[in-house]
């Protein structure tokens, strides 16, 4: 299992809104495609700045390919982000998951 690491800043007072519309988007886009396992978000606030972070799990390179293009570490953007994120990192990154742990039970992720 891959997971593909993205990380957002957009202005605190927006997070709620922001969050509803990575709902319509995003996390909608990653459950349509196939191989993807799962999602999650994470969100601190800091001071006047939200931060997002999303971590994404997928059954392999390719399948994050057929919601990423074939430039898997260029981040996924849509026109809307504008309207919102104070930056658009350029890059994510990937990471093979060895271990998922769920109320202390240990999940083997499938390897490719």
């Known amino acids: 299992m891959i997971a ?3 990380h957002g800043r957009v202005p ?6 922001y969050f509803r519309f990575l709902e319509r988007t995003g996390l ?3 459950r349509a ?5 799962g999602v999650t978000v994470l969100r601190t606030i800091e ?3 939200a931060h997002f972070r999303l971590i994404s799990f997928w059954e392999s390179y390719d399948a994050i390919r057929r919601f990423a293009g074939e430039e898997l570490e260029r981040a996924h953007y849509y026109p809307e982000d504008d ?5 658009k990192e350029e890059r994510v990154t990937h990471e093979e998951v060895l271990v998922v742990a769920i109320n202390d039970r240990p999940v083997s992720p499938r390897v490719p």
């Open 4 to 6: 593909r690491t993205w």
């Open 12 to 17: 605190a007072h927006r997070a709620d809104e």
């Open 28 to 30: 909608a886009d990653y």
């Open 33 to 37: 495609t196939p191989g993807n396992l």
């Open 47 to 49: 001071g006047d700045v």
């Open 83 to 87: 309207d919102f994120l104070l930056e």
